[in-house]
T-cell receptor, first 111, second 114 residues
Framework: GNSVTQMEGPVTLSEEAFLTINCTYT??????LFWYVQYPGEGLQLLLK?????DKGSNKGFEATYRKETTSFHLEKGSVQVSDSAVYFC??????????FGQGTRLTINP | GAGVSQTPSNKVTEKGKYVELRCDPI?????LYWYRQSLGQGPEFLIY????????DSGLPNDRFFAVRPEGSVSTLKIQRTERGDSAVYLC????????????FGEGSWLTVV
């Protein structure tokens, strides 16, 4: 079946550092890909998405590019802030509506 | 509120007991989903409703788990004869039509079976 594998955490960085969280997937076909974020005490929120190969999703300074050659969707941000501390989940959509998530990566940004 | 609302936010129950978890989706959303998230893991799909009917219940782990959405709005996830392995966060989500629309999640119901 389809699956998503994420870089293991936790990840700890200093403010203004460059962030990469790796995500690779196994899927039949070319499903839409997502990054969700879970801030402390809050529900999962959609951060960005890409619906086809070579698409780049972006939001709040985060970016991820859908790479079918490497079956990857790595999350990047050029300069992280303390407020970016959260758990990040990579996911794909299976069929019309079923999200398949990675295990999550906890990110902590120190001032 | 405007988001997906789940109650209770926390539930502790004894092994063998029956539990109900409630989800109130965003008003007007016809699609509703239940996921389960164990500690240190990503959410896992349980069931998807389109209106009142369960369009996909392939993620329900066994027949102790059941979900209903009788009027196409509020949904209840029911767990019979709870086991310690059922301890997890149960997440509800909704989307406008269930056809590629953004899926919005609630904050979850933490279930602990002791």
């Amino acid at each position: 079946g389809n699956s998503v594998t994420q870089m293991e955490g936790p990840v700890t960085l200093s403010e203004e550092a460059f962030l990469t969280i790796n995500c690779t997937y196994t899927a039949t076909g070319y499903p839409s890909l997502f990054w969700y974020v879970q801030y402390p005490g809050e529900g999962l929120q959609l951060l960005l998405k890409a619906t086809k190969a070579d698409d780049k999703g972006s939001n709040k300074g985060f970016e991820a590019t859908y790479r079918k050659e490497t079956t990857s969707f790595h999350l990047e941000k050029g300069s992280v802030q303390v407020s970016d501390s959260a758990v990040y989940f990579c996911a794909l959509i299976e069929g019309a509506q079923k999200l398949v998530f990675g295990q999550g990566t906890r990110l902590t940004i120190n001032p | 509120g405007a988001g997906v609302s789940q109650t209770p936010s926390n539930k502790v129950t004894e092994k063998g007991k029956y539990v109900e978890l409630r989800c109130d989706p965003i008003s007007g959303h016809t699609a509703l989903y239940w996921y389960r998230q164990s500690l240190g893991q990503g959410p896992e799909f349980l069931i998807y409703f389109q209106g009142t009917g369960a369009a996909d219940d392939s993620g329900l782990p066994n027949d102790r788990f059941f979900a209903v959405r009788p009027e196409g709005s509020v949904s209840t996830l029911k767990i019979q004869r709870t086991e310690r392995g059922d301890s997890a966060v149960y997440l509800c989500a909704s989307s406008l039509t269930g056809n590629g629309n953004t899926i919005y999640f609630g904050e979850g119901s933490w279930l602990t079976v002791v």
